[in-house]
């Protein structure tokens, strides 16, 4: 689900602005989240939150929605929750969806994760 990454660079100018990024994404993962929201938090332009989102974090702010989205995910299906559940939870509009990124980005259906972690 997840690679290793390097620690941010909690020394660089915009650390700050990104930290409060990070901790909407993972505040408000189960929702929407728009780039214009998140550029209104970091007082930044899109360009420039991608650019050190990327360079911070390692992770553009979509594949820190993603991550924060699968890591809730990820949680939940050791629970005995329904998958079409367990989407919606997450911030996913249906089932199918939540799938397809769910196997995108680990490899396994949510089943095939779930049965794996039993």
Same mark, same amino acid.
Request: aromatic share 6%; net charge positive.
């Given at each position: 689900? &997840?690679? #290793?990454?390097? +620690?941010? $660079?909690?020394?660089?100018?915009?650390?700050?602005?990104? /930290? /409060?990024?990070?901790?909407? =994404?993972?505040?408000?993962? /189960? *929702?929407?989240?728009? %780039?214009?929201?998140?550029?209104? =938090?970091?007082?930044?332009?899109?360009? $420039? %939150?991608?650019?050190?989102? @990327?360079?911070?974090?390692? +992770?553009?702010?979509? $594949?820190? =929605?993603? @991550?924060?989205?699968?890591?809730?995910? &990820?949680? +939940?299906?050791?629970? #005995?929750? !329904?998958?079409?559940? =367990? /989407? %919606? *939870?997450?911030?996913?509009?249906?089932?199918?969806?939540?799938? *397809? $990124?769910?196997?995108?980005?680990?490899?396994? &259906?949510? !089943?095939?994760?779930?049965? &794996?972690?039993?």
């Amino acid at each position: 689900i &997840s690679r #290793d990454l390097q +620690l941010p $660079q909690s020394t660089h100018p915009a650390y700050g602005r990104l /930290a /409060a990024v990070d901790a909407h =994404i993972r505040e408000h993962f /189960a *929702r929407p989240i728009s %780039l214009a929201e998140l550029t209104a =938090i970091a007082g930044l332009s899109v360009a $420039q %939150l991608e650019r050190h989102c @990327k360079r911070i974090f390692q +992770l553009t702010p979509r $594949q820190m =929605i993603h @991550k924060a989205r699968l890591g809730e995910a &990820s949680r +939940l299906l050791q629970q #005995d929750l !329904s998958i079409t559940e =367990i /989407a %919606l *939870r997450c911030g996913y509009t249906d089932h199918s969806a939540f799938s *397809r $990124q769910f196997r995108a980005l680990t490899g396994f &259906s949510p !089943s095939q994760y779930r049965d &794996s972690h039993r």
